[in-house]
Nanobody, 121 residues
């Protein structure tokens, strides 16, 4: 599976962005998908995950209620809708694919290249 994330950019605090992650391969619908982020000087951290069917989702406490992960298996795409953005959400955001829904980085087998999100105060 090859993944390409896009949709990042510069936004003011309180604003919204939607990230997309396009996957190649016909087996996309069998993978759990996740979003992680890495801020400057910090380790990469879990943001959100969704099961292969979309029926289960997990979120980091820091984004719960503000971010929504979803997927469209017909389009081989997973999304991250980010609302009420805060300066501390500034990071490079990565999408990843795993054999099941997961929240831990090492459980993911495939990674996209990352897209920069910058939230100004």
């Amino acid at each position: 599976v090859q993944l390409q994330a896009f949709g990042g950019g510069l936004v003011q605090a309180g604003g919204s962005l939607r990230l997309s992650c396009a996957a190649s391969g016909r087996t996309f619908s069998s993978y759990g998908m996740g979003w992680f982020r890495q801020a400057p000087g910090k380790e990469r951290e879990f943001v959100a995950a969704i099961s292969w069917s979309g029926g289960s989702t997990y979120y980091a406490d820091s984004v719960k209620g503000r971010f929504t992960i979803s997927r469209d298996n017909a389009k081989n795409t997973v999304y991250l809708q980010m609302n009420s953005l805060k300066p501390e959400d500034t990071a490079v955001y990565y999408c990843a694919a795993a054999g099941f829904i997961a929240t831990i980085e090492y459980e993911y087998d495939y990674w996209g290249q990352g897209t920069q999100v910058t939230v100004s105060s």
